[in-house]
């Protein structure tokens, strides 16, 4: 099913750039949006999980540089059956994460810095097993072109100005370059809608069965949500495109905005969460080290340019 989404998505967004190229340019402008599309399309199946993490400012962490990080998702990933995705920390003290990759070999988990910093072993392993379960369900590929295709669309639609500046056969008058401007990104965010919200759920059921509780997770998400309401993420104010992808949305919302939701209620999510029996899962105590540890946080791990936080176990 995540691969005919894919397809769909992929045929949406390039009937879109045609739409766009044709209104802009005519014929001409027809056939430079689809030489565009393809590249485009082309570029995302490969390339956009690296893109991603290059829009964030993602740092890659290693064994030996966040040993205790890097074996928290190690041992998550043993158990959800999946090879170890590639580590990556963001810099900045919003509390979130995200999973990006087009198959679980060529996948990646990137964690913030605070999220480090205000969550638990147990509610970060919460988190983490969730981010696997996007992996695990093959969701990644899906969310990253999506993010991908999105910015690409308001890339081209930021044009429609400079080349609607005059009224002929070929090219739109301002008015419509106006309204293209407009509708083009309205477009690409409805697009991605229609296939952000219900994966979360089964994201969120498979993360509490990787770790082996749904509490850690739904804990972890109350308290992320609490946090990040007043802690603004610069990457994703600068790449909105991209807000899908994380646990939590990271962009400020308020008024209309709400009717955009890339995600569905937190207070949902929790409630699905606590009505599941944890007896259903494998006993927490199975998964060993992340039950039998302390709860501590994560602010230990070395800061870009090799200064470290404060904060401490």
């Known amino acids: 099913m995540n691969l005919v989404r894919t ?6 967004m390039t009937a879109l750039f045609l739409v766009v190229g044709f209104l802009l340019g005519g014929r ?18 490969w390339n956009s999980d690296r893109m991603v993490l290059r829009m964030h400012d993602a740092r890659l962490v290693t064994r030996a540089s966040a040993p205790e990080l890097y074996g928290l998702v190690e041992e998550l990933a043993r158990r959800a059956g ?17 999973a990006t990759g087009r ?37 990644t590929l899906t969310m990253t072109i999506a993010a991908t ?21 070929e090219r739109p008058n301002p008015i419509a370059a106006i309204l293209i401007m407009i509708l083009a990104p309205l477009a690409a965010t409805l697009v991605q809608l229609a296939i952000s919200r219900t994966r979360e759920y089964s994201a969120d059921r498979a993360g509490a069965e990787i770790c082996g509780d749904p509490r850690w997770l739904a804990s972890a998400l109350a308290r992320i949500e609490q946090l990040a309401a007043g802690r603004i993420m610069p990457s994703a104010e600068h790449n909105p495109a991209s807000a899908h992808l994380f646990i939590v949305n990271p962009l400020r919302m308020g008024g209309i905005d709400g009717l955009f939701r890339t995600h569905p209620p937190t207070e949902e ?12 899962f494998a006993p927490a105590a199975a998964v060993g080290p992340i039950a039998s540890r302390p709860q501590v946080r994560y602010g230990s791990v070395p800061r870009a340019g090799g200064r470290r936080s404060p904060w401490r176990r």
Not at 82 to 98: H, K, M, R, S, W
């Open 7 to 12: 397809g769909l998505l992929l045929a949406a």
């Open 28 to 45: 001409g402008g027809l056939v430079v949006a689809l030489l565009f599309a393809l590249a485009t399309n082309l570029f995302a199946w």
């Open 82 to 98: 999946l090879p170890t995705p590639a580590v990556y920390l963001i810099e900045t003290d919003q509390p979130n994460a995200f």
């Open 103 to 139: 198959d679980p070999r060529h996948s990646a988990v990137a964690v913030t810095r605070g999220l480090l910093e205000s969550l638990g072993r147990e509610e970060l392993a919460g988190v983490i097993a969730h981010e696997l379960g996007h992996i695990r369900n093959r969701d």
């Open 149 to 169: 295709l999105a910015g690409a669309v308001g890339f081209l639609a930021n044009f429609a100005f400079f080349f609607g500046g005059s009224q002929n056969d």
């Open 269 to 280: 999510r929790i409630r699905r969460l606590l009505a599941l029996e944890p007896g259903g």
